[in-house]
């Protein structure tokens, strides 16, 4: 692999473990402002310390990031839909390489669909975004996107990851499920798992530690993490529970260490 690429995938994923873990901040290119997430720079500022890289538009990055930040950049370069569009997997590819150039992406994402109606054309601004990033030495990052219709179980995932790294995809993002070790197994390249809907604290760092668990090489975690009311001590966890190999329990006696939280939430996060 040439090396400018293998260089930049060092900054996504730490060389000591293989492992990373990186903030999804990128929701608003379809859902506009959703919640907690209406001031990017007011949920990024906090968490920037903690997240080893960050996943955005350009126009956040531009607007909400500061230029001397030194956290590696993964740029969201498709788009083009919205959540009151006919068709969410109609994407295109939204920014050009030269301009990720000029932001310093360290990585380019794009999200394929697999069994959807655009299927065909996701997959090809996927090649041809890897022909590009390749010619510059950037890796892409392809987001396996699941439609309504489509079942997130282990069958779709795999044949989802397997096609994007059989396309050229330097890393994957997909979603946790049963049997998840079979999708790793059958992705050429490394495989990290989205948080998806948020969920009570204990389940996000559950689900964290089976994908670490089952082969996956880290988070790109989103909701998970800035819409809980503690986010900061959120990535703590989930980056005690990436890189430290604490379990489910150990993160949560971190979490709860981290941020002197009131006893009655405490009980409440307990038992949820
Ligand atoms: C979709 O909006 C993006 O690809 C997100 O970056 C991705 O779904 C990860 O965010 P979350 O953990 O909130 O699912």
Redo the contacts with the bound molecule.
Sequence with gaps: MDWGIRNRLSRILNPQDGKGVML?V??G???GPTEKLENPRKTIKPLLKYAESL?LTRGILRRCVDPDSDIPIVLRVSGGTSILGEDLSNETITTSVEEAIKLNASCLAL?IFVGSKYEHQTLSNLSKLVDQGENYGIPVLA?T?VGKEMARDARYLALSCRIAGELGAHLV?TYYCENFENVVEGCPVPVII???KKLPEKEALNLTFNAIKDGASGV?????IWQSNYPVEMIQAVRAIVHDKLTVEESMNSFFLNKNIRSNELETLKTT
């Design positions: 999804a990128d929701h290119y379809f859902l996943m999200s987001v996107a993002k989205a948080g998806g790109d975690m989103g909701r998970n």
